[in-house]
């Protein structure tokens, strides 16, 4: 039965990758060549226990029950946390292996995450978009200093540092830190960033937090506390008769949002994009080089890109934007 269980939410998740692949950035390919399969006789899981420096790995997947799906059919791509990486999870987590291994719902939400249902080598994996897991969140990969990077669903990094390792019914990346998924809704990240407090103070003023803690998913383009001080000056206002006009502020607010999901590299240049304002023609335009043009003509600036939330996405810009 837990097998079967398994199975099934593998078999989910390559329908939410599905999206991934394709494209002219070269897509995900479905399957080894001939001459590859012949090569790599062994499966995943026989892979990573001829490689030392993954015994950590492999006795946190026999303890959560995926070895058998992972020596499936597949097709697999698993990035690889080395045991250094368990290591330093260990200690930014303040816990034992033992203890670990023993949260059964961390264990395996933690390990299939690690886990895409196709077979992706380095070169096939789309940079900067979103690459959904078997766990259900999403990662990101870019190429950086000639090599992979990956973030996490908590904004942390990881490295790739062997890439390609090849199996009967996949590949296998070594990565050089344990991924995590994410464990912030869009509220709670902007909660805990300092220069987005005005943003939060606006949003509860609003009564949209309960909205941006929902399921989602969405992106939020979100002005920073200058933006914010530059806005008042602009309409000649205190920041409590911004807060008080509950009517402009949701509308403004809401042209923050995208009913959608959308990293940096997935917005597509020079398009109006339909916002959650309830308003006719509330569009915006967001170009190559990261500008997003308001209906009233005016710019701001994407200053972070790409923070990672339970229920979306969040870009950081340098600008309040207007409606029309």
Not at 21 to 27: H, R, T, V
Not at 56 to 78: E, K
Not at 272 to 291: F, K, Y
Request: glycine share 8%.
């Amino acid at each position: 039965m837990q097998r079967r269980t398994l199975l099934s939410a593998f078999g989910a998740g390559s329908l939410l990758l599905a999206g991934c692949g394709g494209g002219d950035d070269g897509g995900i390919a479905p399957a080894l060549s001939q001459p590859q399969a012949q090569a790599a006789a062994a499966d995943i899981v026989q892979t990573a226990q001829a490689t030392p420096a993954f015994s950590t790995l492999v006795r946190a997947l026999d303890t959560a029950g995926l070895v058998p799906t992972l020596q499936g059919d597949g097709p697999f791509t698993v990035f690889a946390p080395d045991n250094a990486a368990f290591d330093a999870l260990l200690a930014e987590l303040g816990v034992t292996l033992p203890q670990l291994l023993a949260d059964q719902a961390l264990l395996r939400s933690v390990l299939t995450f690690h886990v895409l249902p196709v077979r992706a080598t380095s070169t096939q994996i789309p940079a900067g978009r979103a690459l959904t897991t078997v766990q259900g969140g999403i990662a990101k990969a870019e190429p950086v200093g000639g090599g992979l990077q990956l973030t996490d669903g908590r904004n942390r990094t990881a490295t790739v540092t062997q890439a390609d390792i090849l199996a009967r019914n996949g590949v296998i990346h070594r990565i050089d830190r344990v991924l995590l998924p994410a464990n912030r809704s869009i509220v709670q990240l902007a909660q805990a960033t300092p220069d987005l407090s005005t943003l939060v103070a606006a949003v509860q003023a609003a009564g949209l937090d309960t909205t941006l803690a929902g399921t989602g998913p969405f992106t939020v383009l979100a002005p920073t506390n200058a933006a914010f001080t530059a806005l008042l000056a602009e309409l000649g206002v205190t920041q409590a008769q911004l807060l008080a006009d509950t009517a402009l502020l949701q509308r403004v607010l809401a042209y923050h949002v995208l009913p959608q999901r959308a990293l940096r590299a997935e917005i597509p240049a020079g398009t109006a994009l339909a916002t959650a304002s309830a308003a006719a023609g509330d569009t915006l335009v967001v170009s190559a080089a990261g500008v997003v043009t308001d209906r009233l003509g005016r710019t701001a600036n994407l200053v972070l890109t790409d923070r990672f939330a339970t229920n979306g996405v969040v870009h950081v810009i340098d600008r309040v934007l207007r409606p029309a």
